[in-house]
Each structure stands twice: as C-alpha cells, then as structure tokens.
C-alpha cells in the first residue's frame, strides 16, 4: 500500500492551544480517516469523509476532506491534556499516514 | 460487546522460535488485517483476509505466516525467518476490504525478543 504523506510528524503544544495536522498523497481517494492511537493500544476512528470539500466535526475536532482529493486537515481546538497520542491519516486499509505524534502539557 | 480481541498483550520469543499471535472478531466482519507497529513507523500491512479460506501478503508479509479458517479469527505466526521482530503488532477488521470501510483495531500485542 502507498504510504500516505502526514505532517508534521510530531507536535508538542500548551493545554488550550489550537493544533492543525494533514495528510496529503500523490493519489485521488475517495475517502478519508483520521484515526487516534493512545500509548498502548489500538487506533479508534475519530472522524470519516466521503465527499470532497466536506466539512466534519466530532466534538473539538474537526476535519476536512480537500477539493483535489488527495489532502486531507485535521483540526483540534482548545487542546486539553487527554488529546495525547498520535493521530493517523488513512485513506483505506492499505493506506496509513505515518502519524502525527501530538504531546500536550498542562 | 462486540468487539476484536488479541492476545497475549505481551509476548517474548526465544531466537529460532515461532510464536503465534490471537486475533479474534465478533463484529461478523468479513475483512481482517495485520499490522506492524514501529516506534516512528505508522503502520505497515503485513497481511490481510477479504473473506474465509483467503489472503494477500502486505507490504512486510517476509517471516510472517497467516491463517483465516474461521471468520472470527486470523492468527498470525511470527517464523524464525523474522530477524526483526520486535514491534508492536495491531489486528484490525472491516466489514468487507475496500475504499471507505472503518477499521476496528485491537488493543495489540507487544512481541520482543530474549
């Protein structure tokens, strides 16, 4: 599977601070997951699109699925210390972002 | 509760030794997969099941063996042809394979070497 490309790899930010992450790829797909990995156990879907330009939210979070389809935003508002882990891109089961390792201090 | 299940959450394997890795569903998901954690890596796919009695090599399936003879369960063998094998291991389900499908994931099993 192509490995899709996510940035930045990792991200050490302030309680109450905004943080924006994406995913991009040299290839058109028609859908896009976010999924979050905390220390120790399995990643759990956070958000899922399937229309280009489609604006998502979960809570806090809030994603986006880009015009071209081959980007994607993730966006976590007033970050609290719980957000710890790493967050992943994937486009299918054969096509996973290498994480954006998040860190959040009090 | 439904839900995939792995086992052992931690596993240590002597050099020249198989291990064998547990991953049960009881989502009645048609699709399994296999994945290799390492620290900065992502994931990487070692191998998957579409269906019962079916499989395809990842892209790391070297050293790895599988199984799916049962819906519920896709086990995965770590051989001794496996140099590396020290990682964290992730098996996942969907309802079938293809563009869109969620993953469920288990909570993993930490394999090292003696």
């Known amino acids: 599977g192509q490995q899709l490309n996510q940035s930045p790899q990792s991200m050490f930010i302030q309680e109450g601070e905004d943080v924006s992450m994406n995913c991009t790829s040299s290839?058109?797909?028609?859908?896009w997951l976010w999924y979050k990995q905390e220390p120790g156990e399995g990643p759990v879907l956070l958000i899922a699109?399937?229309?280009?330009?489609e604006l998502t939210s979960n809570g806090r979070l809030t994603a986006q699925f880009g015009i071209t389809r081959k980007d994607s935003f993730l966006n976590i508002s007033a970050s609290i210390p719980s957000d710890v882990g790493i967050y992943f891109c994937?486009?299918?089961?054969?096509?996973f972002g290498k994480g954006t390792s998040l860190l959040v201090t009090p | 509760d439904g839900g995939i299940t792995q086992s052992p959450k931690y596993l240590f394997r002597k050099e020249g030794q198989n291990v064998t890795l547990s991953c049960e569903q009881n989502l009645n998901h048609d699709a399994m997969y296999w994945y290799r954690q390492d620290p900065g890596q992502g994931l990487r796919l070692i191998y998957y099941s579409q269906i019962v009695n079916d499989f395809q090599k990842g892209d790391i399936a070297e050293g790895y063996s599988v199984s799916r003879e049962k819906k519920e369960s896709f086990p995965l063998t770590v051989t001794s042809a496996q140099k590396n094998p020290t990682a964290f291991y992730l098996c996942a389900s969907s309802r079938r394979q293809g563009a869109g499908e969620k993953l469920f994931f288990g909570s993993g099993t930490q394999l090292s070497v003696l």
């Open positions: 290839s058109i797909f028609n859908t």
């Open positions: 994937a486009a299918n089961a054969l096509n």
């Open positions: 699109l399937y229309k280009a330009g």
